[in-house]
């Protein structure tokens, strides 16, 4: 079934220095649960660090590579340069008091489209962060103990992608990835396979600005949901008969992945809805250790020693 091949939003990964640091903001500050503490399967002696909602759900993961000391990228064309998550309607100003406490600057409520009441602000390495209110979000939040769920975030709102070539990307979204152009306003159009928060995509018009550099407080990617192996591959051939150059399929222990750049510069992925976080930890339990996959769990020792150990002081992030 062609128009359900992506479903919308499953993960993004940036690229941040601290890891404590990153902990600290993430799962302190936003309260979102850190539901997986593995390492980057490229290059095991970085942490992958997973933050979302209770279940770790595709649609609120928001991941991490943290390199310790690493210089802050540059943000600009070609890259997705806002993560926006979802939050419940008259929650910005519990959020604006909150960030104030933690030394957060951010901005004041302003209007998008029809309904996008958004605050935006960056993380402790820059990266471009918004909280927009959503009315018709049914998704439950994740309140991590300490934030009151009337306020908690539910997961991804949309992304923002400042494409280096918006008509490019627009077509790829359209043509073969099953997104519709769903509004558009101020040279931001938005586009999405089901209209809903946690599947939105925005592209902003940005043909002439300066691009981008890699480096902490950047995304690295940004992955799409698809149901299963078998609509992953076919994406995959749409994508390879589009002309784009896609890697095979990784499997990356909690999900399936492809990769492959967009015309406009944007690194995407399309990875499985399965098998997911609890396959390796009890739902409950989620985060609790150092997962590593299996062909380095030799490597143990030396990975743990090397990573250093992070944990959450949430006695800190209490109000
Ligand atoms: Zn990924």
């Given at each position: 079934m062609d128009s359900k091949l992506i479903s919308g939003l499953h993960h993004v990964t940036a690229l941040s220095s601290d890891a404590q640091e990153n902990l600290n903001f993430y799962a302190g500050v936003l309260g979102l649960r850190m539901v997986k503490k593995t390492v980057n399967f490229d290059d095991p002696y970085v942490y992958h660090l997973y933050y979302g909602d209770y279940a770790g759900s595709p649609g609120s993961l928001m991941t991490f590579f943290p390199y310790n000391g690493?210089?802050?990228?540059?943000?600009?064309?070609?890259?997705?340069?806002?993560?926006?998550?979802?939050?419940?309607?008259?929650?910005?100003?519990?959020?604006?008091?909150?960030?104030?406490?933690?030394?957060?600057?951010?901005s004041r409520p302003a209007g998008r489209f029809e309904s996008d009441e958004f605050i935006y602000f960056e993380d402790h390495d820059g990266l471009g962060i918004e909280l927009i209110e959503s009315a018709d979000d049914e998704r439950e939040g994740f309140t991590n103990g300490h934030?009151?769920?009337?306020?908690?975030?539910?997961?991804?709102?949309?992304?923002?992608?400042?494409?280096?070539?918006?008509?490019?990307?627009?077509?790829?979204?359209?043509?073969?990835?099953?997104?519709?152009?769903?509004?558009?306003?101020?040279?931001?159009?938005r586009f999405s396979p089901t209209g809903k928060a946690g599947a939105l995509v925005d592209l902003v018009r940005t043909n002439n600005g300066s691009f981008g550099r890699s480096g902490s407080g950047t995304v690295h990617h940004v992955a799409y949901a698809t149901k299963n192996e078998e609509s992953q591959l076919e994406i995959r051939e749409k994508l390879l008969s589009a002309g784009l150059n896609v890697t095979p399929v990784i499997d990356r222990q909690y999900f399936k992945s492809i990769y492959f750049r967009e015309p406009g510069g944007v690194l995407f992925e399309v990875a499985t809805l399965l098998p997911g976080m609890a396959i390796d930890e009890k739902p409950e339990n989620l985060g609790g250790e150092l997962k590593l996959p299996s062909w380095e769990e030799v490597n143990r020792r030396d990975i743990e020693k090397n990573l250093g150990k992070i944990s959450l002081d949430i006695e800190k992030f209490r109000e």
């Open positions: 690493m210089v802050q990228g540059v943000k600009g064309r070609g890259q997705l340069t806002v993560t926006s998550f979802s939050v419940p309607a008259g929650s910005l100003d519990y959020w604006m008091n909150r960030l104030d406490k933690f030394h957060v600057e951010h934030i009151p769920p009337e306020f908690a975030i539910k997961g991804f709102y949309g992304v923002t992608l400042a494409a280096g070539n918006h008509e490019k990307t627009g077509l790829l979204l359209t043509e073969i990835m099953n997104h519709k152009p769903v509004n558009e306003k101020n040279g931001r159009i």
